[in-house]
């Protein structure tokens, strides 16, 4: 981009900062979208410990949250089912064994999602990264 060691544009200064402040604004959304990935996929796993510690000891109680940072111990009255959102606020009842298979297939859907994410963000940061330096040479340039 920056070809000419004698003349620096200007207009490709510019062209060049865009790009980079375009950079910057898709890794942050992806970063955001990497974060809202995990936590869903650690909600999953966390279900899925809960659905097992209910199956082995279907006497104890368990915390409900209720929202605002309130909880309250409960005993589960169906503890061999569960009802499992499976997409477009659809709920179906199964069983135990089934909805811990499902959530952790699920988990492993958003584990390969995030690594997918992750790729894109690293080769994101690389251009980014060489147009910072093709600024700076062209801002160096300028200056000599």
């Not at 200064?13 to 959304?29: K, R």
């Not at 650690?42 to 510690?53: G, H, M, P, R, Y």
């Not at 997409?87 to 064994?97: E, F, L, N, P, R």
Request: net charge negative; charged share 30%.
């Amino acid at each position: 981009m920056v070809s000419n060691l004698e003349k620096v544009d200007p207009r490709e200064v510019q062209m060049l900062q865009q790009y980079l402040n375009e950079f910057g604004q898709e890794i942050e959304a992806y970063s955001a979208q990497l974060q809202m990935i995990e936590q869903r996929r650690l909600e999953s796993l966390t279900a899925v410990d809960t659905i097992n510690t209910i199956k082995e000891n279907p006497e104890n109680p368990v915390l409900l949250q209720l929202g605002g940072g309130a909880s309250i111990k409960v005993k589960p009255v169906e503890n061999d089912k569960v009802l499992l959102n499976i997409g477009s606020d659809i709920v179906v009842k199964h069983t135990c064994d089934y909805s811990a298979s499902y959530l952790n297939d699920r988990a492993k859907e958003m584990e390969a999602l995030e690594k997918k994410i992750t790729e894109s963000i690293s080769q994101m940061q690389k251009k980014a990264n060489d147009i910072a330096k093709k600024l700076d040479a062209a801002y160096k340039q300028m200056k000599a």
